[in-house]
C-alpha cells in the first residue's frame, strides 16, 4: 500500500474537525427547506466527521459517527444506505462495547428509523420495542430525552 498523502493531523486537531462536522450537519439538517446543495453538504459532512471521527476519537466514536450518517441517510429519504450505518452503529457498539448507557438506545433508534424509512414496519417494530426497552436502562432522564423525543418521530 502506497504512503498516505493526507497531510498528518493531530488527535485533538482530528477530534475537533469530527465534532465540529457533526455540529454542522445538525445546522443544516434543521433547516426548514434545505437545497439539493445543502443536503449535499449534510452527507458529505456526516460522512467527514466519520472520518475524523477514526482518526481521532475513541471507539463509541465510531458508532456514533454511523449514526449520524444513517440519520442523515433517513432524513434524505434514503433507506439501504440508511439502514447499513445502523447496523453499522450496531455493529460496532457490540465490538467495542455501548459506550454510554444511551448509545444502544440511539442504535436502536437509527435501526427502526431506517427501517421505516425502507418500509420495512415488522422491523420497524421491533427495533421501535427494542429501543424503548433499552430506554429503560438510561439512568440520566437528560440523556434519555433526547432519545425519546427521536423515538417519538417514528410512526
Request: one cysteine or more.
Amino acid at each position: 500500500m502506497p504512503p498516505s498523502r493526507l497531510p498528518d493531523l493531530d488527535r485533538e486537531t482530528e477530534r475537533r474537525l469530527a465534532a465540529g462536522l457533526h455540529n454542522e450537519v445538525w445546522r443544516i439538517m434543521e433547516i426548514p427547506k434545505r437545497r439539493p446543495e445543502q443536503d449535499d453538504e449534510m452527507l458529505h459532512a456526516a460522512h467527514a466527521s466519520r472520518y475524523h471521527w477514526g482518526k481521532g476519537g475513541q471507539s463509541v466514536n465510531l458508532a456514533r459517527g454511523e449514526w449520524l450518517c444513517s440519520r442523515v441517510y433517513a432524513v434524505l429519504g434514503r433507506p439501504e444506505p440508511a439502514v447499513w450505518h445502523a447496523r453499522r452503529c450496531l455493529d460496532l457498539l457490540t465490538e467495542f462495547g455501548s459506550g454510554e448507557p444511551w448509545d444502544l438506545a440511539a442504535a436502536y433508534e437509527a435501526l427502526a428509523r431506517a427501517h421505516l424509512v425502507a418500509g420495512n414496519k415488522a422491523e420497524t417494530k421491533t427495533w421501535l420495542a427494542m429501543a424503548n426497552e433499552a430506554l429503560k436502562l438510561i439512568p440520566d432522564e437528560d440523556d434519555r430525552r433526547p432519545i425519546e423525543a427521536d423515538l417519538a418521530t417514528i410512526k
